[in-house]
């Protein structure tokens, strides 16, 4: 070999056994936190965690009390233990993402949506029926939301959420789907940000439950 490249060689070599082992321990540590906020905000009795990816994320599964029966979800972490690959998850992936899908024991209004408008060309795709449903806007803090519903006073509903829920610059995409008596949040995970969003997310979702649904579920309609 020549001893030009030596020197280089090793060089590489060390920065990438550096940057692997601070960034192992950073997704660590972000790991850490959200399922610390999340279990704050949701209070669930019990937790189980499934690690996938090494670092890169985990699936989760929280029962919870009533009103809500079970949250299940996931949160993915960028690579940031792998130097190479991290620039281009920064251009595909972006950000760390957190799923979130909270299962109600009661009966729901319909189906709603709160879309971030940067989000909604791709949300499109995984909106089954999208053209049955009816469309607004509204704006919170200077950001553009699309709305998405079916069903009596779900447009209300959506924007009374939206007015209440801490930094929704981070929400990426609400649903409430009473097909599945289930809530869906897609939140770009910020430290000590997302324990608010979803404490006041959750605050804010008795207007989405039909009276008389469930004996020990919520028992109004959020005064719509």
Sequence with gaps: MNDALIVPLIVIAAVTTLGYYRGRKKNRWISSWISREAEDALQPEDTNYVNFGGVIGYNFVYKMKKPYREAK???????????????????????????LQLYADGKLLGEGHILAKSYYGRALRMITGVESLQRGEAERDGKRYILLWKGKNMEESLKRLLDKIEHPELLLHFCCYSENKNFFLYAKPQRQKLGELLTSCC??????????????????????
């Design 203 to 224: 605050a804010g979702l008795k207007p989405f439950f039909l009276k008389g649904g469930n004996s020990d579920g919520p028992e109004d309609e959020g005064e719509n």
């Design 73 to 99: 979800g996931t949160f993915t972490l960028l690579p940031r233990h792998s130097i190479l690959f991290m620039p281009i998850s920064l251009v595909i992936t972006r950000h760390d993402r957190y799923y």
